[in-house]
T-cell receptor, first 112, second 108 residues
């Protein structure tokens, strides 16, 4: 069966520090991968998506970047965190065969 | 981009029915999804419509009218555990874009 792993679950980082969040999918190949952010009390904002290894599409200009070094691995990074980067970060995947999008358990990031 | 509108909050009584409406404007429409999200948790998939009409899944049903850019999620026989945020999401090309969500509170 397909599973999605996302870690860490919570993270508290100082302003100006780097960030690396990792997401991996198991049990499927060539998934479409997504990073979303949800600010407190707000909807989900699509940050990045990838339809293949090394292919990244950015939805909004921001202080973050994404990479896909392997087929089932998606990484969200920042060189220097801002206070406004705080939020709930969610990784998701789908394939054309499985139309629905499955979310990881999320990382709650607090920048202090 | 997509404009997706849904009410902010709704309150209903246990055992009742609630209908959450969603309107959208998009190019390249390729499906409408409903997700449930409990506070502090990730969204979980409820339903998917790509053709016009009603999809029924137990206590939950979802309807789509592509010509009107309109969908609704119907929750029947409400239970306390149904208190959550319900997210309407529209897929266009590869991307799934979400509305701000409707917080449903079920009262005893």
């Amino acid at each position: 069966s397909q599973t999605i792993h996302q870690w860490p679950a919570t993270l508290v980082q100082p302003v100006g520090s780097p960030l690396s969040l990792e997401c991996t999918v198991e049990g499927t190949s060539n998934p479409n991968l997504y990073w979303y952010r949800q600010a407190a009390g707000r909807g989900l904002q699509l940050l990045f998506y990838s339809v293949g290894i090394g292919q990244i599409s950015s939805e909004v200009p921001q202080n973050l970047s994404a990479s896909r070094p392997q087929d089932r691995q998606f990484i969200l990074s920042s060189k220097k965190l801002l206070l406004s980067d705080s939020g709930f970060y969610l990784c998701a995947w789908n394939t054309e065969r499985q139309g629905s999008y499955t979310f990881g358990s999320g990382t709650r990031l607090t920048v202090v | 981009g997509q404009n997706i509108d849904q009410p902010t909050e709704m309150t209903a009584t246990e055992g009742a029915i609630v209908q959450i409406n969603c309107t959208y404007q998009t190019s390249g429409f390729n499906g409408l999804f409903w997700y449930q999200q409990h506070a502090g948790e990730a969204p979980t998939f409820l339903s998917y419509n790509v053709l016009d009409g009603l999809e029924e899944k137990g206590r939950f049903s979802s309807f789509l009218s592509r010509s009107k850019g309109y969908s609704y999620l119907l929750l029947k026989e409400l239970q306390m555990k149904d208190s959550a945020s319900y997210l309407c999401a529209v897929r266009a090309f590869y991307k799934l874009s979400f509305g701000a969500g409707t917080t449903v509170t079920v009262r005893a």
